[in-house]
């Protein structure tokens, strides 16, 4: 693996995540909620596209190219970003263990000594601070709720939990750039992501789910059927006009 292989699972959890969250545009429970889902969206599409680009780099290809122009095999994106986006509560949950993991991934990231790295991930930290913020306070305003917005925040965090150990599961294949100070080793954020989370829920009264992990394999590009009902959705214009630009 090299840093543009990197960049790309990088780029397509940032890519694929976006694409869910806007799919809460004319859904969200309220007018400043669905601007704020869309504000995320914009903000990881925006991640996805400077790492796509340099994921693209040696073969020629751009962002767009990289986004809309693959197999879906071709994709290195985590389980948990490509499910359905379910209830609310199910979307709080994912965003609120997603961010919690891009916080501490970017954080050590900006540190990379792969300069294209090391920037985006110093621009993508202030982000996803701000996710992570968003995320953890509808946690608590659920979870600290009603009887019934408790339940169905605790049962969100039960159906996204399952695909949260892929997100830090090790790599043999990223240890020369790990050495190298490329890359950040994904089990080495488990801890501190942790602490955060476990804080959170917590606070909100709700318990962390006692499930266990499914067996992931996004990263190798062995994807949930969810996946390929995206796909065909998201690249579906560049497939009706191929070679078009506008």
Known sequence: MNAHEYALALGDDALIASQRLSEWVTKAPSLEEEVALANIALDLLGQARALLAYAGEPNGLDEDAMAYRRAPEEYRCAHLVERQIGDFAVTTARLLVFSAYQYELYTHLSASTD?????????????????????????????????????????????????????????????????????????????????????????????????????????????????????????????AHPGASW
Request: proline share 7%; hydrophobic share 45%.
């Open 115 to 239: 300069p294209l790295l090391a920037g985006v991930a110093g621009k993508a930290v202030k982000e996803v601070a701000y996710h992570r913020d968003h995320a953890a306070q509808w946690t608590l305003r659920l979870g600290d709720g009603t009887e019934s917005s408790n339940r169905r925040m605790q049962n969100g965090l039960y159906v996204v939990w399952p695909d949260v150990a892929e997100l830090f599961a090790p790599r043999r294949e990223l240890a020369p750039l790990i050495d190298a100070g490329i890359a950040v080793d994904p089990a080495a954020l488990t801890a501190q992501w942790t602490t955060f989370v476990m804080a959170i829920l917590a606070q909100a009264g709700l318990d962390e789910p006692g499930v266990a992990p499914a067996p992931g394999g996004g990263r190798d590009g062995v994807h949930t059927p969810e996946f390929a009902d995206l796909h065909v959705e998201m690249t579906s214009l560049h497939l």
